[in-house]
C-alpha cells in the first residue's frame, strides 16, 4: 500500500479509479465470474491468518480516501519493490537495463556511446532527472547495489567501478550525449511520460 501510495503522486487519478474497482467487486462479490476473471490476471490476494481476501481489499480503502480527501502523502524513501521501481524511475530503469545488457555483450567498454543510440533523448535527459531525484532520497549509508540491481542491473559493474561509480559515470556519459545532439525539453508534454502522468508536465 505504500509503495502505492508513493507512485500515486504521479497519477492522482489512480486512488480513486482503485476506490471505484474495489467497492465494484464488493457489490459483485468475490466469486463472481467478471471479478474472478480479472483477479487472475492480478498477483495473488494473500489474506493473514484469520482474514478472507475482502478484508484485505477493505482494508484499502481508508488509504485511498486519506490519499484523496486528505492529502496524505508517505514519505518518499526509496521503492521496496521491483514494480515500484520501475513504476517511480521509468526511464532510469530503461537506461540501465540497456547499459547492462549492452555491458554483457561488450564488457571492455564501459559506457558505449551506441547506447544511447537505442533510446530516445527525451527518456535520457527524463532518465537523468531521475537519477537526481533518487539521490535525494538515498540514504547515505546505504549500498548502491540495491538501486543497481532495482533499475536493472543483471552483473557487477564493468572493471572496478562501485555501483554508485558506475552510475555516476552513465549520468556523465547521457549528459555529454545530450549536449552533443544539442537536446532541448520540448514546450509540450514531456514525451518520456504518459500524459496522465504528472511528471509530463515538468
Known amino acids: 500500500m505504500r509503495s502505492y501510495l508513493r507512485v500515486a503522486v504521479y497519477y492522482p487519478a489512480r486512488p480513486?479509479?482503485?476506490?471505484?474497482?474495489?467497492?465494484?467487486?464488493?457489490?459483485?462479490?468475490?466469486?463472481?465470474?467478471?471479478?474472478?476473471?480479472?483477479?487472475?490476471?492480478m498477483p495473488p490476494i494473500i489474506p493473514p491468518r484469520g482474514r478472507i481476501r475482502v478484508d484485505c481489499l477493505l482494508a484499502m480503502i481508508p488509504y485511498l480516501a486519506a490519499f484523496e480527501n486528505e492529502g496524505y502523502r508517505e514519505a518518499p524513501i526509496p521503492p521496496d519493490s521491483s514494480w515500484e521501481w520501475r513504476e517511480r524511475f521509468p526511464n532510469l530503469s530503461i537506461l540501465v537495463s540497456h547499459a547492462a545488457r549492452q555491458y554483457l555483450s561488450t564488457p571492455n567498454e564501459a559506457i558505449s556511446p551506441l547506447l544511447f543510440k537505442e533510446i530516445s533523448d527525451?527518456?535520457?535527459a527524463a532518465g537523468r532527472r531521475e537519477l537526481d531525484e533518487l539521490r535525494g532520497i538515498w540514504p547515505a549509508a546505504r549500498d548502491w547495489d540495491e538501486a543497481t540491481v532495482g533499475l536493472g542491473m543483471t552483473s557487477a559493474p564493468p572493471g572496478q567501478l562501485s555501483p554508485a561509480s558506475w552510475l555516476a559515470h552513465l549520468d556523465t556519459s547521457a549528459e555529454r550525449h545530450l549536449e552533443a545532439t544539442g537536446y532541448k525539453p520540448a514546450n509540450t508534454l514531456h514525451a518520456a511520460y504518459p500524459a496522465h502522468d504528472l511528471r509530463a508536465l515538468l
Request: charged letters at 20%; proline letters at 0%; glycine letters at 4%.
Open 122 to 124: 527525451h527518456r535520457i
Open 16 to 41: 480513486f479509479r482503485a476506490t471505484r474497482e474495489i467497492a465494484e467487486i464488493i457489490h459483485l462479490g468475490i466469486n463472481h465470474w467478471d471479478v474472478s476473471t480479472c483477479l487472475a490476471t
